[in-house]
C-alpha cells in the first residue's frame, strides 16, 4: 500500500494518559500534515512539516499537543494528561511542494475516545 | 445552503439525478482549491482540482466550477449513484511564496443518494 499509513486506527484510553500516534506519508512527499476532525465538522489544521521543519504549529490546540518528524519521513503526534475533549478522529495528510504543489492525501485518521 | 449548530448541510438526492454541491470560500488569496469526499470513519479522499486561472475543470462523471468574483465554488456529480452517498468537503488552499501552504476545510455537505 503506498498511500498515506496511520496507526493505531484506534486508540481507547483514560483521560490524564498520554497518546501518541504515528503517520507514514507517501514515500516521495515532503509535506505533511496533522488535523483533528470532531463530528459533524470539517477537519480542522494542527500543524504542518516540510522534510524535518515543522513550519507551522501556532494551532496546535494547547501545549499537551506536539508533533515530530525527526527524520522527514513519519511523523508523530503527541497528546499529553488527555481529556475527555480530545476525542476526536486525527488526520494526518501529505503533499508533495515543488513549482506546482500536488493535492494533499489523507490517511484513514486515529481515532481517539478518551473516557 | 447554511449550516445550522451542528447539522451539515444536507443534499438528498434520487440516484440518477445529477448533484450540485456548493462551496463558499473566505480568502482571496486561495490560488488553488480541491473537492474531498468523506466516507464515515474514513479519511478524505481526493476528487478533483481547480486552480485559480481555470473557471471550470471537468473528471469523470465530477465537474468543478470556480466563480472567483463571488468566491464560489461548485461540484456538479451526474448520474448520481449510492456509491456517491459521503459528506463532500471544499478545501482553499492559497500560495503564498515562502508563506504557509494550509489546506483550510469547510463544514461540509451530507449528499445522500437514495436508490
Known amino acids: 500500500d503506498t498511500g498515506v499509513s496511520q496507526n493505531p486506527r484506534h486508540k481507547i484510553t483514560k483521560r490524564g494518559q498520554n497518546v501518541t500516534f504515528r503517520c507514514d506519508p507517501i514515500?516521495?512527499?515532503?509535506?505533511l500534515y496533522w488535523y483533528r476532525q470532531t463530528l459533524g465538522q470539517g477537519p480542522e489544521f494542527l500543524t504542518y512539516?516540510?522534510?524535518?521543519?515543522?513550519?507551522?504549529k501556532s494551532r496546535l490546540l494547547s501545549d499537551r499537543f506536539s508533533a515530530e518528524r525527526p527524520k522527514g519521513s513519519f511523523s508523530t503526534l503527541e497528546i499529553q494528561r488527555t481529556e475527555q475533549g480530545d476525542s476526536a478522529m486525527y488526520l494526518c495528510?501529505?503533499?508533495?511542494?515543488?513549482?506546482?504543489?500536488?493535492?494533499?492525501?489523507f490517511g484513514q485518521g486515529t481515532r481517539l475516545t478518551v473516557v | 445552503g447554511e449550516s445550522v449548530g451542528l447539522h451539515l448541510p444536507t443534499l438528498s438526492v434520487q440516484e440518477g439525478d445529477n448533484s450540485i454541491i456548493n462551496c463558499a470560500y473566505s480568502?482571496?488569496?486561495?490560488?488553488?482549491f480541491i473537492w474531498y469526499k468523506q466516507e464515515s470513519g474514513k479519511g478524505p479522499q481526493f476528487i478533483i482540482d481547480?486552480?485559480?486561472?481555470?473557471d471550470k475543470r471537468q473528471g469523470q462523471r465530477v465537474t468543478v466550477l470556480l466563480n472567483k468574483t463571488v468566491k464560489h465554488l461548485s461540484l456538479q456529480i451526474a448520474a448520481t449513484q449510492p456509491g456517491d452517498s459521503a459528506v463532500y468537503f471544499c478545501?482553499?488552499?492559497?500560495?503564498?511564496?515562502?508563506?504557509?501552504?494550509?489546506?483550510?476545510f469547510g463544514r461540509g455537505t451530507s449528499l445522500i443518494v437514495h436508490p
Open positions: 495528510a501529505s503533499s508533495l511542494a515543488g513549482p506546482i504543489d500536488t493535492e494533499a492525501f
Open positions: 514515500s516521495e512527499h515532503n509535506r
Open positions: 478545501a482553499e488552499i492559497p500560495l503564498t511564496s515562502g508563506g504557509s501552504y494550509i489546506p483550510t
Open positions: 480568502n482571496s488569496a486561495s490560488d488553488y
Open positions: 481547480i486552480r485559480s486561472n481555470m
Open positions: 512539516f516540510q522534510n524535518e521543519a515543522q513550519l507551522e
